[in-house]
Nanobody
Framework: QVQLVESGGGLVQAGGSLRLSCVASGRTFSRYAMGWFRQAPGKERQFVATISWNGGSTYYADSVKGRFTISRDNAKNTVYLQMNSLKPEDTAVYYC???????????????????WGQGTQVTVSL
C-alpha cells in the first residue's frame, strides 16, 4: 500500500513562492513517475506537473509552465513542486500522485495515477 504525504502549503501573497513536498512510502519510489495535481473550489481536479522515475523527463500544464518546477530526490523518497510567481488563480488543494509507470508518455491524465495523497492547501491572496 503506497502512502503519500504532502506538506508545504499555506497562504502567500501574489508574486510569492512556495515549495510543496510529498514523501512516499510503501513502494520502491525510485522506479515510478510522480505527479502533482490541483483542485480549486467548485472545479475538477487538473494536472499540474509530472516527472519520470529518474527525473530525466518532466511535463507541465501550460498554466504553470515557466513558474513551477517539479523535482525529486529518490534517496529521500520525496517529490517537490517549487512554485514561483504565484497568482490568485493558483489557489487550490494540491495533490501528489504516483503511477505504476516509469514515465508518462504524452499529456498525463488522472487515470495514469493509482495512488494519491490527502492534499495540501495553497491560497494566494492579492
Amino acid at each position: 500500500q503506497v502512502q503519500l504525504v504532502e506538506s508545504g502549503g499555506g497562504l502567500v501573497q501574489a508574486g510569492g513562492s512556495l515549495r510543496l513536498s510529498c514523501v512516499a512510502s510503501g513502494r520502491t519510489f525510485s522506479r515510478y513517475a510522480m505527479g502533482w495535481f490541483r483542485q480549486a473550489p467548485g472545479k475538477e481536479r487538473q494536472f499540474v506537473a509530472t516527472i519520470s522515475w529518474n527525473g530525466g523527463s518532466t511535463y507541465y500544464a501550460d498554466s504553470v509552465k515557466g513558474r513551477f518546477t517539479i523535482s525529486r530526490d529518490n534517496a529521500k523518497n520525496t517529490v517537490y513542486l517549487q512554485m514561483n510567481s504565484l497568482k490568485p488563480e493558483d489557489t487550490a488543494v494540491y495533490y501528489c500522485a504516483t503511477t505504476s509507470y516509469g514515465a508518462i508518455v504524452g499529456e498525463p491524465h488522472e487515470t495514469d495515477f493509482d495512488s494519491w495523497g490527502q492534499g495540501t492547501q495553497v491560497t494566494v491572496s492579492l
